[in-house]
């Protein structure tokens, strides 16, 4: 029985070629495809989130969750009383939180595509917006006090690690050079960043109408 014929080097190296040709067309379309998922899990996180604002509003006479402080350390805010709502564990028992090297979980906490890591103190993928509430880690509104609910920023894509903070620490890189929004009637939207940043002043846009810091 003859032996089937050997490549030649030449057809060796035309079949790598082929190869290296589909996985630089196929890169990108996973690439791609890997951001959408991202960007739909990131979504989901911020609508529950969205959703037990909604349902804790429900339960507390229309008031709105506390602050809380920007490093988790208080025993209220919404990173206490919103996990209560969403049947969760609170944010201070996230090993996460204080642990750099900790891998971070699938979790309602974790946005798949921000790559901030603990401070060594914090870690919040999504922040609260202070401007809703005012000053102060205890001070309440009522959600019925909020002119515009449905443009006004409740909570958003994490530019830092502090869990409360205003309009400048809004990422502006995420899901497709842009930021994800959960608003105080409980929605959830993708902006571009061009939408919240002016990248000439390095500061945060006020006065889109679509998005509301300041109720």
């Not at 402080?69 to 990173?79: A, K, Q, R, V």
Request: with cysteine.
């Amino acid at each position: 029985m003859k032996a089937g014929r050997a490549f030649t080097l030449i057809e060796l190296l035309v079949v790598v070629a082929i190869i290296a040709i589909l996985a630089s067309l196929l890169l990108p379309a996973i690439s791609k495809a890997k951001a959408v998922a991202h960007n739909t899990q990131c979504l989901n996180n911020l609508r529950q989130w969205g959703v037990a604002t909604m349902m804790y509003v429900a339960d507390n006479d229309d008031w709105l969750p506390r602050d809380g402080s920007s490093n988790g350390s208080t025993n209220t805010g919404w990173y206490v009383e919103l996990p209560k709502i969403m049947g969760i564990a609170p944010y201070r028992e996230m090993e996460w939180r204080t642990n750099h090297a900790a891998v971070l979980p699938k979790s309602v906490w974790i946005c798949p595509a921000n790559t901030n890591r603990s401070s060594g103190f914090n870690l919040f993928h999504y922040c609260l917006n202070r401007r809703v509430n005012g000053s102060g880690t205890g001070n309440q509104v009522k959600l019925s006090t909020i002119p515009h609910p449905s443009r006004t920023i409740w909570l958003f894509d994490n530019g830092g690690v502090g869990g409360v903070a205003a309009e400048n620490n809004a990422h502006t890189n995420l899901h497709q050079r842009g930021a994800q929004f959960t608003f105080l009637d409980g929605h959830s939207k993708r902006f571009k960043n061009t939408a919240y940043w002016n990248f000439t002043s390095k500061k945060a846009i006020t006065n889109n109408p679509d998005l509301f810091w300041f109720p």
